[in-house]
């Protein structure tokens, strides 16, 4: 029990160093099943954690560099259990939809590793561990594009390590002079945020390593203008590739706001509100118009995604408790239901081997099936009320109208334009006449439902109950805010704070 | 057991739709049975109106509970609740049936009852709810209904872009809508009717005419007023029974409803409510002068109900809610049949829509043509049928508020809607045809029978208006003495006789109508479809175009393109010096070694 966390880390690695033992023929059997023990493992993590409970809870410490402080530091709270378990249900489902024919040894074994690096980053209260899984996580990832990606995937491939680990080297010198920063203050070594959070932050010290952190998320969610590796990314990596990018790893980004930028900066966080504010609109609005102009439905999704990311922006820069909710349910939304859309996608590929919208017409007379659950997850993409992604929408923009309102008519025009490209999407691929050489397609088999329909499931039942994972959430969101609260500097920032 | 009679009512339509996707195959059985869960549906409703004494709230469960928002979602039944559901259920039971004939042949039978049923489920949810946001659930769901009904037959990209273009315009109205639930909440604490109404009076001017404001945009939406109304007539690419259900009687309801509903916020917005009265009214003029050229059978329907919807909109304009909610009552019954009956038509017809191109149907369509006469009599106004009672109050409430302008303007409606209700008439059953329609038969006795009810209701549902005004209990006065009253009744009733004897003597014939330019204007919708289409659409289309060839492509990917190739040439650059040739090596270390010994001596100096 008290080492649950670690063997839910280590347990995937393990599974992929010992599924080099494996032989090919049973290596998908192999990666489903320890992808299902580890799902289970989530699950049990969540069963057991204490949703009343303040603070982190799991947490274990083993010294890694002890002359620096440097400890393999583990804990969860509301806000990073259900990141966590997230990733064990996507990686679970998209390893259950796999269907590739080159080499997929080494690409399972590679998903494993990945997946014990997403769950090392939402799980890491030290922040050089934290980087060390961040980081890491960038090598499976240029592996699967690079190696399983389209014909232009190693182009595809440098270009999103490039992006990211420029980002993120910036942000590995903002924890560097942190830690500096607290030996000068209390005379000892430490890289856990839970000792950092006892140290108050002059407000120019502030602003500029808010700034480097800044830097190393913004990458990663891809905030405008540093958004054009994805669409790249999406467009040249496997189906399992994009799943993950889409459903995990754009996470981290926003994930590491509200973990570090929120809770370590609170002066420096209220300073950028309106600027992070007026770039995640910029995005939303931006990024949905470039979708509109998509011709491929894998870009399309890719661009819908940077929107969406920019709406889960745009709640944690509300710096109130249904904003930050909001935007942390909205990441479990969309998780789902664009990892949902990039499997479907997928399976559509499989079948006729071209992402063109123009390819398609009139789907949905013979693969009722499948037009059924892509217009769940259309409708669930543009925030319909009972899917699961109208529950964060409407709490961010609800939280963030605290704020602006005039900001928020802007930016909740995502709801009128993410229905414009996503119906025209719906209407091109499934209405209309069917095309003659389409008519011998057939409807999704066994294995595409059960990777499908847990999706399903899940979009709908989280849409109309969200609360006992929102009731969790919001516990830590409260204590986060009255860390950062505590921490202020400012009186204007304890002001403006809402619990 | 009154508990459980919300749910029945709530849920069974759910069921239906349900049941209707995944098990029935035979078409028939399907229909009969679906039928049976509305009809199911109906009775509770009924009894739930049968046993009401008081309001009363039923909380179904939890929803959320973040920050400070609590919200639990519940069911109200109160009298405004009950007129709802009874009409929404009644008009939807006989759409059942109806459908059972009407779709009879259609392969994808069981996704239509499917949608349908979960319809009206949406609709119960957007009436019952307690709070605004379940309102808001219902009416976005409602909005997905209607997509998926008027797309129905999706093979057709005229239908299926109608139906984008109804849910992206009732988009933009839902946002308009959010914003006002965001600015009830951050004022009041609460989106549950019974908190929020009880705080309005507290808030201050700006925020109540807000709010109003907001609402209203997205009672503009669902409701189709200008200039959000070019959906609506789009929106006949459905089947005709779901023009009657959703297109006439129920959906576009939705936004009176919403009206009605929060009338203790739009009472407290005067500025709000002079904008509402005096749109209502241009929206009324508006449709029916489209509804008098149109020679398409289910546009006019179509405009006549846009017409009708701003006649509602004036009655809560001028705060009598109860009035505009009458209307809805009855125009409910009188115009879900006039669809009916246009569907029979097409039925016999072989789905021609143009009306110039019947005539003489009478004597194949007895009895549609009867019931279709009293419900065109209906909505005219003629006295003592449903929509004399109604409109007429309407009329009325306009006058006492002291909108002469609105009197007169609203009576030239009612001679309007009179022009193009026996137009139709006419055009269709009277005038001798030029084809010969050989086998045009009327629709089966049952069907006949179904659409007989809202027949008769179209004649009576009007009677009940005094004791339906002190269910509702809205208070609104009507400061019009005896002798004026009598005067303005007569004027009215006169009115529409004299237009209704001009239409039967001009279409008596056939005749040519002119085409001048007017007529020209009229019959392509004063261009505002075409403006949409041709200008914003074409816009927006322009504008992603050029953000993702020129701002994404063009400059920012390539920017970034050129920074890692400089990085990259740089290094091409740095190794030219990096040459293994010893002399330059040793040139370098000397290089170097000046330059320490340089900084050196500047520390000195300094």
């Excluded at chain 1, 903002?174 to 209390?186: M, V």
């Excluded at chain 2, 549906?41 to 009363?56: A, D, G, K, P």
């Excluded at chain 2, 709802?84 to 009644?90: A, D, E, F, K, R």
Aim: glycine content about 6%; proline content about 3%.
């Amino acid at each position: 029990m008290e080492h649950l966390l670690s063997i839910i880390i280590l347990f995937p690695a393990i599974g992929a160093l010992l599924g080099l033992l494996v032989d090919t023929k049973s290596i998908k059997t192999y990666g489903i099943t320890i992808s299902v023990i580890e799902f289970c493992l989530t699950l049990f993590l969540w069963v057991s954690f204490d949703s009343k409970a303040i603070g982190f809870q799991f947490q274990e410490i083993y010294s890694l560099i002890p002359s620096y402080g440097v400890n393999f530091h583990l804990g969860v709270d509301g806000i990073s259990i259900f990141l966590i378990v997230l990733s064990s249900f996507m990686a679970m489902l998209s390893m259950i939809g796999l269907q590739e024919k080159r080499d997929i040894k080494h690409l399972i074994i590679t998903i494993l590793m990945l997946e014990m690096t997403m769950t090392g980053v939402f799980a890491a209260l030290d922040t050089i561990l934290f980087y060390i899984f961040w980081e890491f996580s960038l090598v499976p990832v240029l592996y699967v594009i690079g190696g399983w990606g389209g014909k232009n995937r190693i182009y595809a491939s440098v270009k999103f390590f490039i992006f990211t680990f420029s980002g993120s080297i910036i942000m590995l010198i903002g924890i560097l002079f942190l830690s500096h920063y607290y030996y000068t203050q209390t005379g000892t070594w430490s890289f856990s945020i839970t000792d950092w959070f006892n140290v108050s932050l002059p407000y120019n010290i502030q602003l500029w390593l808010f700034g480097a952190f800044f830097l190393g998320f913004a990458i990663k969610i891809p905030m405008v203008p540093f958004h054009t590796w994805l669409p790249s990314a999406h467009t040249e990596a496997p189906t399992i590739g994009s799943v993950i990018l889409a459903s995990i790893l754009l996470k981290m980004g926003s994930y590491g706001f509200i973990r570090f930028s929120l809770p370590l900066f609170p002066d420096a966080t209220v300073y950028f509100v309106y600027p992070i504010a007026i770039l995640a609109i910029i995005m939303i609005v931006y990024t949905s118009f470039v979708a509109f102009a998509q011709k491929n439905i894998k870009q399309m999704i890719a661009y819908s995604s940077i929107a969406h990311m920019g709406v889960i922006t745009l709640g944690t820069f509300a710096l109130n408790s249904e904003g930050i909710t909001g935007s942390i349910f909205l990441m479990l939304g969309h998780g789902i239901v664009s990892g949902g859309l990039f499997l479907l996608v997928g399976m559509l590929y499989n079948r006729v081997h071209s992402k063109e919208i123009d390819a398609f017409s009139g789907l949905s007379t013979i693969m009722p099936m499948y037009a059924f659950m892509f217009a769940i997850m259309i409708i669930a993409s543009v925030a319909f009320p009972m899917t699961i992604n109208f529950v964060g929408e409407f709490l961010i923009f609800l939280g963030f109208f605290q704020v602006s309102p005039t900001l928020t008519i802007i930016a909740a025009s995502a709801i009128v334009m993410g229905a414009i490209y996503s119906l025209y999407l719906f209407r091109k691929v499934f209405f209309g006449k069917l095309k003659d050489e389409h008519k011998i397609l057939k409807d999704l088999n066994k294995n595409e439902l059960f990777t499908m329909v847990p999706i399903v499931v899940m979009t709908l039942a989280l849409g109309i109950y969200p609360k006992p994972i929102t009731d969790t959430i919001d516990t830590s969101v409260k204590h986060t805010l009255s860390i950062m609260k505590e921490r202020a500097v400012l009186e204007e920032t304890k002001r403006l704070i809402n619990e | 057991m009154l508990h459980n009679l919300i749910l029945i009512a709530l849920f069974s339509p759910l069921l239906s739709s349900i049941v209707s996707a995944l098990f029935i195959r035979s078409p028939k059985k399907l229909g009969i049975f679906s039928s049976i869960l509305i009809g199911i549906s109906f009775i509770s409703s009924f009894l739930l109106f049968v046993f009401y004494e008081n309001s009363f709230s039923y909380s179904l469960f939890d929803w959320l509970n973040v920050g400070n928002f609590k919200l639990s979602f519940g069911v109200l039944i109160d009298p405004i609740s009950l007129v709802m559901i009874n009409t929404v259920t009644l008009v939807a039971l006989i759409v059942h049936v109806y459908s059972i004939f009407y779709m009879d042949e259609d392969k994808s039978i069981n996704r239509y009852f499917s949608y349908l049923g979960l319809f009206v489920f949406a609709m119960m949810i957007l009436v019952m709810s307690d709070n605004f946001l379940g309102l808001f659930f219902g009416w976005e769901g409602v909005g997905l209904c209607s997509w998926l009904l008027i797309g129905f037959w999706f093979e057709n990209n005229d239908n299926t872009k109608a139906a984008n273009e109804a849910f992206i315009i009732n988009r933009i109205a839902d946002l308009g809508m959010l914003m006002g639930l965001f600015y009830i909440y951050w004022n009041t604490g609460s989106l549950q009717y019974s908190e929020v109404f009880a705080q309005i009076p507290n808030l201050s001017n700006t925020t109540i005419t807000l709010i109003a404001m907001f609402l209203f945009i997205g009672a503009m939406g669902k409701s189709a007023q200008f200039p959000l109304h070019t959906w609506l007539a789009k929106a006949m690419a459905g089947p005709t029974p779901v023009s009657a259900l959703i297109h006439a009687a129920t959906m576009v309801t939705a936004g009176v409803y919403l009206l009605v509903r929060s009338n203790e916020i739009f009472a407290l917005a005067p500025s709000v409510n002079i904008v509402i009265t005096y749109l209502g009214v241009f929206v009324a003029l508006f449709a029916a002068s489209m509804a008098m050229v149109s020679n398409d059978l289910k546009k006019i329907i179509a405009y006549s109900t846009l017409s009708q919807l701003g006649y509602m909109f004036v009655a809560c304009g001028v705060g009598a809610y109860w009035v505009a909610l009458f209307h809805l009552f009855t125009h409910a019954f009188f115009k879900s049949v006039l669809f009916l009956g246009a569907g029979n038509i097409m039925h016999a017809c072989k789905n021609e829509l143009n009306i110039k191109k019947m005539g003489g149907l009478y004597k194949d369509l007895k009895v549609t043509a009867i019931i279709m006469i009293i419900a065109s009599a209906s909505l005219s106004g003629l006295p003592f049928l449903s929509g004399f009672f109604s409109k007429d109050k309407i009329l009325e409430s306009a006058f006492s508020t002291g909108y002469l302008d609105i009197w007169i303007l609203l009576l030239l409606g009612a001679m309007m809607t009179t022009f193009y209700s026996f137009r139709l008439i006419l055009l269709v059953f009277f005038v001798p045809s030029k084809e010969k329609n050989s086998h045009t038969h009327d629709a089966p006795k049952y069907v006949l029978y179904a659409m007989g009810i809202l027949g008769v209701l179209s004649i009576s549902a009007g009677w009940i208006i005094n004791s339906f005004e002190k269910f509702i209990n809205i208070p609104f006065e009507l400061n019009i003495e005896h002798s004026t009253h009598y005067v303005m009744i007569l004027i009215t009733v006169l009115a529409v006789i004299i237009t209704l004897v001009y239409t039967i003597c001009k279409y008596k014939q056939p005749i040519k109508e002119p085409t001048s330019k007017i007529n020209t204007i009229l019959k392509n919708e004063y261009y505002i479809p075409y403006l949409y289409s041709n200008i914003f659409v074409k816009l927006y289309k322009k504008i992603a175009e050029f953000l993702y060839e020129i701002i994404d492509q063009k400059i920012l990917d390539k920017f970034y393109e050129k920074l890692a190739f400089s990085v990259f040439n740089f290094g091409i650059v740095l190794r030219k010096l990096n040459t293994s040739n010893l002399s330059i090596m040793i040139y370098f270390v000397i290089v170097g070694f000046l330059l320490l010994l340089l900084t050196n001596f500047i520390r000195i100096l300094l």
